[in-house]
Nanobody
Framework: VQLQASGGGLVQAGGSLRLSCAAS????????MGWFRQAPGKEREFVAG????????YYADSVKGRFTISRDGAKNTVYLQMNSLKPEDTAVYYC???????????????WGQGTQVTVSS
C-alpha cells in the first residue's frame, strides 16, 4: 500500500486546514487508516484513526472536538479536517495504514510521507 498525503500549510491560530491521504496498491484489504504527527524534538504521536468501513473513529484527547477524520472508500482517500488550530498543533503530519486499530506508531504498517502543518500565533 502506498500513501500520499497532502494539504498541509501555514495557517493562523483559530484557522482550519484539511489534510488528504490517497491510498494506492492493495487497497482492497480492510485497512484501518490514521494520522500521526511529529513536532520538532518530540516523539511521533497518534492524532486520529478510522475503521476500514468508516463507521468508527477515534481521537487523541488533544484534538477531540476540533479534528474530524473521515474516509471516502470510492476514492481510497482519508481526510483530516482540522478546525480551531492552535500553535501546539504545529508538526509534520503523517498518514498511516494498519490491519489493526492504531493508537501507537508501532501499530502502523504503512506510512505516507509527511505534510507540514504550521500554526502561527
Amino acid at each position: 500500500v502506498q500513501l500520499q498525503a497532502s494539504g498541509g500549510g501555514l495557517v493562523q491560530a483559530g484557522g482550519s486546514l484539511r489534510l488528504s491521504c490517497a491510498a494506492s496498491g492493495r487497497t482492497g484489504s480492510s485497512y484501518e487508516m490514521g494520522w500521526f504527527r511529529q513536532a520538532p524534538g518530540k516523539e511521533r504521536e497518534f492524532v486520529a484513526g478510522i475503521s476500514w468501513s468508516g463507521g468508527s473513529a477515534y481521537y487523541a484527547d488533544s484534538v477531540k472536538g476540533r479534528f474530524t477524520i473521515s474516509r471516502d472508500g470510492a476514492k481510497n482517500t482519508v481526510y483530516l479536517q482540522m478546525n480551531s488550530l492552535k500553535p501546539e498543533d504545529t508538526a509534520v503530519y503523517y498518514c498511516a495504514a494498519s490491519m489493526t486499530t492504531m493508537t501507537m506508531p508501532s501499530s502502523a504498517r504503512y506510512w505516507g510521507q509527511g505534510t507540514q502543518v504550521t500554526v502561527s500565533s
